[in-house]
């Protein structure tokens, strides 16, 4: 495991569903990032939390809420989602400002299918 | 905009070989490049960081390289193996929270 766990692995959700992605992160950073991976696509940034603080929304459908409640945990909730939401949500962990230059970690991801 | 391209999409190559994977990048005001490692249906593996001041990092078999003012960095794979069969992405880190990723090399190596 890269100490970012994300639950759960698989969500297949109605259209009318409410659900919530979960993550979280061991590895004592400050920053926790949602990217959207979808089909044949690059990754693209959702939403980045610093020191809980949202600091970037990407122009993200008002579909898709974070929240932050602390340094080690976020969340995705989502609701009414379409079917091109559809993809592979990966959260992501950093230390802003630190020595290692920022390095990205990964969790393994929730691959969501909206029917 | 920045927008970064990789090349080769695709790569098949039998094991044992060296190669080489592309990264080029529009902008080149970026703070730090980072190569990762996607295995199917599974999150990404930070594998090299080049920080805008370095030329390269070296890490095992893998080796980076960065040209910014061409825009352009390589990862090298020596006596590739099949387990290094995975997708390779590239992403650069332009001022800001936000790297921007190229679209990824799906590299196949055949025993």
């Known amino acids: 495991e890269t100490g970012v766990t994300q639950t759960p692995r698989h969500l297949v959700m109605g259209m009318t569903n409410k659900k919530s992605l979960k993550c979280e992160q061991h590895l004592g950073h400050n920053a926790m990032y949602w990217y959207k991976q979808s089909a044949k696509k690059p990754l693209e940034l959702m939403f980045v939390?610093?020191?809980?603080?949202?600091?970037e929304n990407n122009s993200v459908p008002s579909r898709f809420s974070p929240e932050c409640p602390n340094s080690s945990h976020l969340f995705l909730h989502l609701h009414t989602l379409q079917p091109e939401d559809s993809a592979l949500y990966l959260c992501a962990s950093s230390q802003m400002g630190g020595r290692s230059g920022e390095k990205l970690f990964f969790g393994s991801g929730t691959q969501l299918s909206v029917l | 905009k920045q927008e970064v391209t990789q090349i080769p999409a695709a790569l098949s190559v039998p094991e044992g070989e060296n190669l080489v994977l592309n990264c080029s990048f529009t902008d080149s005001a970026i703070y730090n490049l980072q190569w990762f490692r996607q295995d199917p249906g599974k999150g990404l593996t930070s594998l090299l960081l080049i920080q805008s001041s370095q030329r390269e990092q070296t890490s095992g078999r893998l080796n980076a390289s960065l040209d910014k003012s061409s825009g352009r960095s390589t990862l090298y794979i020596a006596a590739s193996q099949p387990g290094d069969s995975a997708t390779y992405l590239c992403a650069v880190r332009p001022a800001g929270n936000k790297l921007v990723f190229g679209a990824g090399t799906i590299l196949r190596v055949k025993s």
């Open positions: 939390y610093s020191l809980e603080e949202r600091v």
